[in-house]
């Protein structure tokens, strides 16, 4: 089976832009949470998305959103991009909401100039 | 909110010696604890994930531990080997629906010495 896919795998953005990130959970996997990864901060909950719908959201910006389709693909978006966004995005899937086990994908290097 | 305090940051080890990590956690409601292996360029795999109903659980040579009432859980990697070497992470959450958030650790770096 295959696992959670991430793309891009690097993206290189300057201030103010908007950026959109992509993933694709495991097959059957109907939930998709996202992180973010920076050396400062370690491993930051963004959201949570089931069945189309946000469960669940970390403490950050609106600038940060996100979306999941019927298919359990999840985009995330970043607007009015700025220095501190640069970092490690990483999706997660599982089974279902609550403790059942993430699996994560390889995640998508952004970089902001 | 939870809170996930890792210790030791940096850990370095002879070859074939365990490897033990520490974590402790502040919310009393959490009751699912996994572990993380992160090798450099790649997203963070599960190695081994316990639940606040079971209080070790072993896969090979991976261990983990949980005091509930301490609220503090350790990774035992025994017999090491180079390839062990990697970031690993704790993290832990709770059931509620809408609470499945993993609250993760700051991680620690293991250096397995050939």
């Known amino acids: 089976k295959a696992g959670v896919t991430q793309t891009p795998r690097y993206l290189i953005k300057t201030r103010g832009q908007q950026v959109t990130l992509s993933c694709s959970p495991i097959?059957?996997?109907?939930?998709v949470s996202w992180y973010q990864q920076t050396p400062g901060q370690g491993l930051q909950f963004l959201f949570e998305?089931?069945?189309?719908?946000?469960?669940n959201k970390g403490n950050f910006p609106g600038r940060f959103s996100g979306r999941q389709f019927s298919n359990s693909r999840s985009e995330m978006n970043v607007s009015t991009l700025e220095l501190g966004d640069s970092a490690l995005y990483l999706c997660?899937?599982?089974?279902?909401?609550?403790?059942?086990?993430?699996?994560f994908g390889p995640g998508t290097r952004l970089t902001v100039l | 909110g939870e809170n996930v305090e890792q210790h030791p940051s940096t850990l370095s080890v002879q070859e074939g010696d365990s490897a033990v990590i520490k974590c402790t956690y502040s919310?009393?409601?959490?009751?699912?604890f996994p572990w993380y292996k992160q090798e450099l360029g790649k997203g963070p795999q599960l190695i081994i994930d316990?639940?606040?109903?079971?209080g070790e659980k072993k896969d090979q040579r991976i261990a983990v531990t949980l005091n509930k009432t301490a609220k503090h859980f350790s990774l035992h990697i025994t017999e090491t080997q180079p390839e062990d070497s990697a970031v690993y992470f704790c993290?832990?959450?709770?059931?509620?629906?809408?609470?499945?958030?993993?609250?993760f650790g700051k991680g620690t770096k293991l250096s397995v010495k050939p």
């Open positions: 993290a832990a959450s709770r059931d509620g629906g809408s609470q499945g958030n993993l609250i």
């Open positions: 097959s059957g996997h109907r939930s």
């Open positions: 997660a899937s599982s089974l279902e909401v609550g403790t059942d086990t993430q699996y």
């Open positions: 998305y089931f069945s189309e719908t946000q469960r």
């Open positions: 919310d009393s409601a959490s009751n699912y």
């Open positions: 316990i639940r606040s109903n079971v």
